[in-house]
Nanobody, 112 residues
Framework: QAQLVESGGGLVQPGGSLRLSCAASGFTFSSTAMRWYRQAPGKEREYVAH????????MYGRSVKGRFIISRDNAKNTVYLEMNSLIPEDTAVYYC?????WGQGTQVTVSS
């Protein structure tokens, strides 16, 4: 059974940076594309980014393109989301997704 565990969230000031991690187990990570989503209070869950199994192809949602970077380490079964130039609108719970499974999420709050 797939298990995804996010970490790295927290409170950050506007303009700051955070790096989220998602540790995966229960499936063949190195053969699986990985995605990040986020959900702000009162809003629909929003696609953020995804990366192919080899890490050679990445795509981003319009609202984060140019500020966020998705990466992965197949030796560590971990996918990352580096978030830069954070704005208050980035405040949300961030979720990792793969093979039909979701992690529990990690809260990111951007506020002065």
């Amino acid at each position: 059974q797939a298990q995804l565990v996010e970490s790295g969230g927290g409170l950050v000031q506007p303009g700051g940076s955070l790096r989220l991690s998602c540790a995966a187990s229960g499936f063949t990570f190195s053969s699986t594309a990985m995605r990040w989503y986020r959900q702000a209070p009162g809003k629909e869950r929003e696609y953020v980014a995804h990366i192919n199994s080899a890490g050679s192809a990445r795509m981003y949602g319009r609202s984060v393109k140019g500020r966020f970077i998705i990466s992965r380490d197949n030796a560590k079964n971990t996918v990352y989301l580096e978030m830069n130039s954070l704005i208050p609108e980035d405040t949300a719970v961030y979720y990792c997704y793969a093979v039909g499974s979701w992690g529990q999420g990690t809260q990111v709050t951007v506020s002065s």
